[in-house]
């Protein structure tokens, strides 16, 4: 169940279940495919990822993260 966490006449944030980091970030790699392709379907330039990680104090998350991010980029080709 979707809940509203802020309420504003011009933002609304929701609080959805599923994987967040350490520091309560929503983990979303699907995100990647429809902003990669947007933006290359634009700009016809090369991009250019060079940040990437999770803040997981653990370290046990880290690989697949990194897994289904890349994954997802792949299918942005």
């Known amino acids: 169940m979707i809940q509203a966490i802020f309420k504003s ?14 520091m309560g970030w929503e983990i979303f790699p699907q995100g990647l495919y429809p902003v990669l392709k947007k ?11 060079s940040e990437n990680g999770i803040a997981d104090a653990s370290d046990t998350s880290r ?3 990194v897994e289904k991010h890349v ?5 942005a080709r």
């Open 63 to 65: 690989t697949d993260f």
């Open 9 to 22: 006449p011009f933002v609304r944030l929701f609080e959805e279940p599923g994987p967040k980091t350490d």
């Open 71 to 75: 994954r997802e980029i792949h299918s």
């Open 39 to 49: 933006d290359y379907a634009r700009y016809k330039l090369p991009i250019l990822i």
